[in-house]
């Protein structure tokens, strides 16, 4: 096996140029997406740092507060392994950091040149591979066991004494303070905390000790605006104080609170009709952000050789570009009421506020990859992508039920980000065609989705999803790129159609007005 990559799970989105590099060269890669956790998993991961020939490392801020990533790295060190630095996210400090000796590729914005140098580096590797020492260092141990064991216990049906449920309570909050900036091992010990108050022996002490700490991890909540703002640039901007909004999905009926998460209806993909001239969707997706949509890029080097294919014919001049898009104009792009009722076929849709923050939400999802080809504008699904600001509504009708509508602008920096972030989208839904989707509500209570062929056009993709035991009732998924914004609509409703996919094109027409 040639090449390990070291990453952290929060940037699953930000190596997939890295890794479609090396696997355009015909490089074998090898990195733990497939694997859950315990000690077969932390196994599974030393054997193959083991008989990897170069130790490729992600670097980013997120990877360097990784333990696992710490101790892979520490290990493959001991091994004598070559170790490649590939930089994919920011770093607070480019000087302070355990390679910063070495020499670094970046590859947050993936050129030809970057490419080319990765594969370079890759073959010059290869060949200071030598054997492995004998004996072996000793095996770093499992990244967050602790955990393990207090799963076992909290799980165990056996009663617990007051005295051991509030140890528990002690040894969880230690480890939020010890490795609560770990995605994972935050999101594990919620977990556990959950399972602990649930039991059916837990004491009122217990109980509400664990309510507030889960408390202490609530996200904060995203501001509603009612127009423009113009209160941030290029940067994320800052939580406030508005109602928290959730995983969005559809109302079944009336309600207190519009943005109460409630179980979906869904639909029957024959009535699904794409606009004309989509076509299925390919595995490459080098069109949406490498210059000159039109050309073939293979990066290679060495015995691997760097085409630039472009199609033949006289093409006519491309369309004027859109200007670059700022905070100010983004809820412009925003359909009215009345634009949207002309495509979903309803006349009395009820517009939400307009929200300038990612939306957030406890709901468990049993693939949770597929978060993105499911719901709009997730602060989960959007980390790491360089995004500076987004602009989401919700649009809800009471009769006939459940028709709901969600529009979302996020601006990037760049147009190339942007158009990056829906090339790593394209994937990801396509990744999850076909499959079936969980989603269980913090009541317990589970709805059942299935997703169907992603669909694309030199501008975007959509996708269609449904509902297990429901009849007639679908979401339309869409995503667009123009300028430096990608555009994302969802539309569900009885008998959906090409809803999402029409929103986002007439979206998009406003930013060229």
Not at 45 to 64: D, P
Not at 156 to 163: E, I, V
Not at 360 to 370: A, D, H, M, Q, R
Not at 379 to 397: C, F, I, K, P
């Amino acid at each position: 096996m040639a090449v390990f990559m070291s990453y952290s799970s929060r940037d699953r989105a930000l190596v997939e140029g890295v890794l479609k590099a090396l696997r355009r060269a015909h490089e074998q890669v090898w990195l733990d997406e497939e694997l859950g956790g315990g000690e077969a998993w932390w196994r599974e991961i030393l054997e193959q740092i083991r008989g990897c020939e170069v130790f490729l490392v992600a670097l980013s801020k997120n990877m360097l507060e990784s333990k696992a990533c710490a101790a892979e790295l520490r290990y493959a060190q001991q091994l004598g392994k070559p170790i490649l630095p590939v930089q994919v996210g920011e770093l607070d400090n480019m000087r302070i950091n355990p390679l910063a000796a070495m020499q670094v590729i970046d590859f947050r914005q993936p050129t030809m040149d970057s490419g080319i140098e990765l594969v370079s580096s890759v073959h010059a590797l290869r060949a200071r591979a030598r054997p492995l020492p004998d004996p072996l260092p000793e095996e770093p141990l499992i990244p967050f066991a602790y955990l393990m064991r207090l799963a076992t216990t909290i799980s165990d049906p056996s009663p617990l004494s007051a005295q051991q449920q509030m140890t528990l309570v002690a040894e969880l909050k230690a480890g939020l303070d010890e490795d609560g900036d770990d995605l994972s091992a935050r999101r594990d010990i919620a977990q556990l905390l959950t399972m602990l108050r649930d039991r059916p022996d837990v004491t009122w002490r217990t109980r509400n000790e664990v309510e507030s700490v889960l408390a202490s991890l609530t996200q904060p909540e995203r501001v509603p605006v009612t127009g423009p703002s113009q209160a941030y640039g290029f940067s994320p901007p800052p939580y406030g104080a508005g109602p928290q909004p959730v995983y969005q999905g559809p109302p079944a009926g009336p309600l207190p609170d519009a943005r109460q998460q409630l179980p979906y209806r869904p639909p029957d993909a024959t009535n699904f009709e794409p606009n004309a001239g989509v076509r299925t969707a390919s595995r490459s997706r080098a069109k949406w952000w490498i210059a000159g949509g039109a050309g073939v890029v293979t990066v290679a080097a060495a015995a691997v050789v760097v085409v630039v294919a472009a199609t033949g014919g006289d093409p006519e001049p491309p369309p004027a570009p859109a200007p670059t898009l700022t905070p100010a104009d983004q809820n412009a792009l925003l359909l009215t009421s009345n634009e949207v009722e002309s495509i979903v076929g309803v006349t009395n849709l009820a517009p939400g506020e307009v929200y300038d923050q990612m939306a957030t939400s406890p709901i468990t999802l049993s693939v949770p990859e597929c978060a993105g080809a499911q719901y709009n504008a997730l602060q989960t699904v959007y980390a790491g992508s360089g995004y500076s600001a987004v602009a989401d509504q919700e649009l809800t009708a009471e009769t006939p039920q459940y028709v709901f509508v969600n529009q979302t602008v996020v601006l990037f920096p760049s147009s190339d980000q942007a158009q990056r972030f829906v090339a790593e989208s394209a994937d990801q839904w396509e990744d999850c065609s076909g499959r079936g989707l969980t989603v269980t509500l913090e009541d317990g209570s589970t709805y059942n989705w299935s997703f169907g062929q992603v669909v694309e056009d030199d501008s975007g993709i959509a996708q269609h999803a449904t509902q297990e035991g429901m009849e007639g009732y679908g979401c339309d998924h869409a995503l667009r790129v123009v300028s430096n914004a990608v555009i994302e609509a969802r539309a569900c409703r009885d008998q959906v159609g090409d809803d999402a996919s029409r929103m986002a094109d007439e979206m998009a027409a406003k930013a060229s007005d």
